[in-house]
């Protein structure tokens, strides 16, 4: 194993509510009627992406119109403010990284494992969630950042994951992809990418099948408050267990 990806929302962070709960408030915003509660956003969550995700929700409210530009402009316009409510959400740490994740990116970076991240949202996004846990320089930590920006085709399309491991330089079956839902799993795994899935609430009852290993996140043995919310089902990454990958003792479990 020569190189950790990461993906972003729901893998790095909990993120999922939270832009849930800034959807619902550009769509007051903007003066719509609409209102995803938990059980319609995680049926959403199949679709890739903000804006095609709201697209995708203006076709199932107005079945056979034309999705056309006037359309388009004023649904990227709600996506815009959207982006203001989930940075307002998220920005000074507001949003805590998961268990682990933060004590696995210091230590790769002290071990000098390359690592990248394999995004489909937003470079606003993902820097208003890392510049406070990671610092304002967070992209220090990162080979490269590949986001929503960088390909046109969204998870569950490889796209992504080609670009970063152009970018990293080393070969697909020599990295360890980390994601929490069957469409970042998909994308990793049509790249060849060996990937460990940390679901969450809203992506649990998807299907993983596939996955090098399923957990409920990476845990920090060092915190006794993830003892306290994992009960006896406290699990952990371990760095150098990790880079042992060839002989066969990947993660310390306890």
């Known amino acids: 194993m020569r190189a950790l990806i990461f993906d972003v929302d729901g893998t790095l962070a909990d993120t999922e509510d939270a832009h849930r709960r800034a959807f619902n408030a550009a769509f007051e915003e903007a003066g719509l009627d609409w209102h995803w509660d938990e059980d319609t956003y995680t049926r959403l969550l199949q679709v890739a992406g ?11 409210c107005n079945p056979g119109a ?6 388009r402009t ?4 709600v996506h815009a403010i959207k982006t203001k409510h989930y940075e307002a959400r998220v920005e000074g740490g507001k949003l805590p990284l998961r ?38 320089d967070w992209r ?7 986001d929503a920006g960088v390909v046109p085709n969204k998870k569950p399309a490889p796209d992504v994951y080609f670009a970063v491991l152009a970018a990293l330089g080393v ?32 992506t ?19 915190q006794p408050m993830v003892q306290r919310l994992a009960g006896t ?22």
């Open 50 to 60: 903000g804006k095609e995700r709201i697209a995708h929700y203006w076709r199932t």
């Open 66 to 71: 034309e999705l056309n530009s006037r359309v």
């Open 74 to 77: 004023t649904l990227d316009a």
């Open 99 to 136: 268990p682990g994740m933060e004590r696995l990116i210091d230590e790769a970076y002290a071990a000098g494992v390359p690592m990248a991240i394999a995004s489909t949202t937003t470079p606003v996004n993902i820097d208003a969630l890392l510049r406070t846990p990671l610092g304002a």
């Open 140 to 146: 220090k930590y990162f080979v490269a950042v590949c």
């Open 171 to 202: 070969p697909a079956a020599d990295c360890l992809a980390f994601e929490d839902s069957e469409n970042g799993l998909r994308a990793a795994m049509a790249a060849g990418v060996p990937t460990l899935v940390t679901p969450t609430a809203y």
């Open 204 to 222: 649990a009852m998807q299907s993983f099948d596939g996955a090098l290993l399923v957990l409920p996140h990476l845990g920090d043995p060092d």
């Open 233 to 254: 089902d406290q699990r952990w990454v371990d760095l150098p267990a990790l880079r042992r990958w060839h002989e066969g003792v990947l993660f310390e479990v306890s």
